[in-house]
């Protein structure tokens, strides 16, 4: 990596777009890739524009701000805002041609309205809450929104979603949550409503697609890690690793103290490495806490050794004599994986990805033009 970064978190493009095909080959409808939260981390624009240009139709967000910025970088595609419209936040839908989820009663007001400056219905996604308890309506309550929407002619809804629970860890909980969601659907059809795109499947829920489905909607796969305990058993590699040059290696005597409250005290003759990344750059605190983990340094496992600061994290090299100023040292990647640092940190992949800080440089390698 060009020498003046003191660290970076290297993208690979051409991983992400086999990442993508081999989810859409072994997926029975099309892809809408989730790239909210900078794309887990990875940068949005460009995640957007790789996968768009193998063929994604939509793209999903959680914020207007984040499908805003899609529309300045370039995107065309369709994208689903999965939070919705908040009052006030009608411009950014109207300006971007963003499409809302509707789900809670302030997102109807939202929607409604913008559909009333737009001059002709909106469309819109509706959610429906079978058993995740975050957002969406009651599946008793669906169709009375629906119609009362549908009636509005301020909005028409083109969707039908909702969002799965415990998919990566309890297939019949999951089953409970498809079969509500497929009564609400057949009631909404009863009715003369139906939507034509029906999605439910993140990554773990992949497993567990139904005829009724139309689209889903991964992310974690994509970026190449598994759901656990149960994902679908497909072959992806992790698209980014997150590393820091080593400042400074220095041999310390027994008995010498490293970092923040002297919690980790040397009981050897020790050699330690000082690395340019901190809990800023999305290091957990938690692993100088808890006295757990390890980078990777010259593919030899390197345990943090005390406190994790805010720009620096101190490991212990002893047993890793290529250890240098100015090498690299592996936050995650493939070895250790960001499932490996979640574990360590008491918290899982998607928390270790999407904590990575704003002053890391995203670095792009893979060939986007030869990939897409
Ligand atoms: C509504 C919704 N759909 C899809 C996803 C993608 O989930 P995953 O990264 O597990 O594939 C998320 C992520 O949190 C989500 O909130």
Known sequence: MAEHLRAWARVDLARLAANYRALAASTAVPLMPVVKADAYGH???RVGRVLTGLGAPMLAVAYAEEGAALRRAGIRAPILVLTGCGDGQQRDFLDHGLTPVVSTPATVRGALAAGRILGRPLPVHLKVDTGMGRLGFAPDDVVAEAEGLAASGRVEIVGLTTHLSSADEDAAVTARQLDVFDEALARLAARGIRPRHVHVAHSAGLSHLRPTHTLARP????????PRPLS???????????????ALVKDVAPGTA?????????RRPSRIATVFLGYADGVPRTLGMLEQGAFSVAARRAPVAGTVCMDLVMLDVTEVPEAAEGGEAVLFGDDPTAWDVGGWAGTNAWEVLTRVGPR???VYVGDTEATA
């Open 43 to 45: 940068g949005a624009a």
């Open 232 to 246: 679908p058993a497909v072959e992806v590699s992790p698209v980014m690793t997150v590393a820091g040059r080593i």
């Open 258 to 266: 490293i970092s923040y409250g002297g919690r980790w005290v040397a």
């Open 360 to 362: 890391v440089p995203r």
């Open 219 to 226: 992310g974690l796969l994509l970026y190449g890690l598994k």
